[in-house]
């Protein structure tokens, strides 16, 4: 009868040590990506909400995890009973235990203030950060639209209003042209470092004979034209600013806040907001276009699938699931919020989940 007792009691902390053993693999592989995910939604919460603040003339603030520590507590006890019976009692043996479980994760967050708030979020983006993105395979068009001021002259729409707010007509000519011929594959952009500095380099297609796709030729011809580029030469650095050396293409980008401004200024927002003197009208589509840049819609409440919604004010904001342009567009300011913040003394945030 001891024996038996001995054996269950064996076998009942074998299961709880084994169980035990297998919790850091299995919570790894499970936290690494929730956490991952969680972090991801943040940020595009975080982007959404900067967006509308500032729609509402209110100035965003910015946290940063910096440190997120997933804490778990697992207790386990285990006991057996042994009644050797007498008279017409039975003998038997018990074998009982008990497992309480607890997870406890801690955040840790650092505002972005002071010099890390300029440089990330005032200072405009620097060319060898935006243009890269391209060759990543964004659509150009929608990286300038997003990111430019002006190129060469050339001027964005813009938020601010004023007489040339809707931007120049040569800029969305210029940026559709641009498209067509990444496209076509005779657009491209070089990132390259000389003397330890990058530069980076618009490359447009020289073509050696007539095998060319149908329109590259006329895409080409205009893009060379507005930029004032010679036509017999195919690479040009792209330099910040307004004007540029011959040769050269000058871009004038905007800061990450400035983004966000811009974006705002094309959320639909509720007309009271409007006629009570909230925010501004709406600001209407420019240069040819058919719908804004990203389509943030407003109500009472947001769709249960909805992509990214924030509430502010009594109302709801959101993304809709469905729309992939305007999460595409996102996507990209997304991007570009990282590239922005890449440049200051912020860590990217440490994860530390138990592994045994």
């Given amino acids: 009868m001891k024996l038996v007792a001995r054996m269950l009691l064996a076998v009942c902390t074998a299961c709880l040590v084994t169980s035990c053993a297998h919790m850091g693999p299995t919570h790894l592989k499970a936290d690494q990506v929730d956490y991952a995910r969680a972090l991801g939604m943040a940020k595009k919460r975080a982007i959404l909400d900067a967006m509308v603040q500032l729609r509402f003339a209110d100035a965003p603030s910015f946290l940063t995890v910096s440190q997120i520590i997933a804490a778990y507590t697992f207790d386990a006890t285990v006991g057996t009973t042994l009644n050797e019976g007498s008279g017409a009692q039975p003998n038997y043996a018990l074998a009982n235990g008990s497992v309480s479980y607890s997870n406890h994760p801690t955040f840790t967050f650092t505002p972005t203030t002071g010099d890390a708030f300029a440089t990330a979020y005032i200072r405009p983006l620097a060319p060898t950060l935006v243009l890269p993105l391209a060759q990543g395979g964004i659509p150009i068009d929608l990286l300038l639209r997003i990111s430019a001021q002006s190129i060469d002259g050339l001027l964005n729409g813009t938020a601010l209003g004023g007489s040339r707010s809707a931007g120049t007509p040569g800029f969305f000519q210029l940026i559709h ?7 076509a594959g005779e657009l491209n952009v ?11 380099f618009l490359v447009i297609t020289v073509p050696s004979d007539s095998q060319e796709p149908p329109g590259a030729a006329a895409d080409r011809r205009l893009v060379k ?18 004007t540029a050396t011959p040769g050269r293409i000058a871009l004038m980008t905007r800061s990450a806040l400035g983004i966000l401004t811009d974006l705002g200024a094309q959320i639909d927002v509720p007309a009271a907001s409007v006629a009570s003197g909230a925010t501004k009208p709406t600001v209407g589509l420019i240069g040819g276009e058919t719908r804004s840049t990203i389509v943030v ?19 709801v904001y959101w993304i809709d699931s469905n729309d992939f342009d305007s999460k595409y567009a996102f996507t990209v300011v997304q991007d570009l919020m990282a590239l922005a913040e890449a440049d200051t003394s912020s860590k990217a945030p440490i994860v530390t989940i138990p592994a045994g």
């Fill in 225 to 242: 034209q507005l930029l004032h580029l010679p036509h017999d030469t195919g690479s040009f650095e792209v330099v910040y600013g307004q």
């Fill in 177 to 183: 042209a641009a498209r067509r011929l990444q496209l």
């Fill in 297 to 315: 819609h407003s109500g009472s409440a947001a769709p249960t699938d909805a992509y990214v919604a924030i509430p502010f004010d009594k109302t």
């Fill in 190 to 200: 070089e990132l390259r470092n000389e003397k330890g500095t990058n530069h980076v």
